[in-house]
């Protein structure tokens, strides 16, 4: 099937119709492990960023999951910087700045591409 030829499709968040299809990037956790899942084909919505993927990716990615993601299936590796608050502790910011907080950090989880 030709995908250009798709209709857009509204986003479940915004319900914006500007949105396309594309091969997206994400990052999961697995256990202790950070992983990265590339090519990934999603519908992305131009206006909120959010990105959703289709029945059948969630099928893979889930299977990738209950394998455990073994290491000799990975295509490469990437290094990846890690960085820490400190002593800053959650009292120490006001509660609204707070809840934007704990919203940035959920959302780095995923790597948008
Ligand atoms: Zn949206």
């Not at 091969?23 to 590339?38: C, K, P, Y």
């Not at 394998?67 to 006001?94: H, Q």
Request: glycine share 4%; net charge negative; hydrophobic share 45%.
């Amino acid at each position: 099937m030709d995908t250009a030829e798709q209709p857009s499709a509204a986003c479940p968040v915004c319900e914006s119709t500007d949105t396309r299809l594309a091969r997206v990037r994400s990052a999961f956790w697995h256990n202790d492990r950070l992983v990265v899942i590339e090519d990934v084909p999603a519908l992305v919505c131009n206006t909120c960023g959010e990105q959703f993927y289709d029945d059948a990716a969630v099928l893979l990615i889930d299977r990738m999951r209950a394998s455990g993601f073994p290491p000799e299936d990975a295509v490469r590796e990437l290094r990846v910087p890690v960085f820490a608050l400190g002593n800053i502790g959650v009292t120490d910011v006001p509660p609204r700045e707070a809840s934007s907080v704990a919203t940035v950090l959920a959302s780095e989880v995923l790597i948008r591409s």
